[in-house]
């Protein structure tokens, strides 16, 4: 039978800035509960150092909204995701809101706005 090996000897797992991003991105997805008709998916872009992560999430919103909520539970799941799949502070989150979708516009465009 073989020794068993020591702690220290058996290497490490190294979670990468990509896996980190994916995570963010689809916590933010969670959080705001899908994709506004006619947006993009959210998408993140990490920044990782040592034992925490530097988050910044591109984010479309249905509009009209509460807009500083929505980022703030975006922030709050991020955070919360990040730390429970890989053990990491998500010290600075920070959401962009690239585009603001208005169901009213898109009626509009369909004509059926008077």
């Known amino acids: 039978m073989a020794e068993p090996v020591a702690p220290g000897s058996r290497g490490a797992t190294v979670i990468t800035d990509r896996v980190v991003a994916k995570i963010a ?7 705001l509960g899908g994709v506004p008709e006619g947006g993009a998916p959210p998408h993140a872009t990490v920044t990782l150092h040592q034992d925490h992560a530097r988050v910044r999430v591109g984010v479309d919103l249905g509009h009209p909204c509460d807009i500083g909520e929505r980022c703030a539970a975006v922030r709050r799941r991020v955070v919360q995701r990040v730390k429970s799949l890989t053990d990491m502070e998500a010290r600075e989150v920070v959401v962009q809101v690239e585009r603001l979708h208005s169901a009213r516009a898109r ?3 369909r004509g059926r706005l008077r």
């Open 25 to 31: 991105a689809r916590a933010a997805r969670e959080a």
């Open 107 to 109: 009626v509009a465009a």
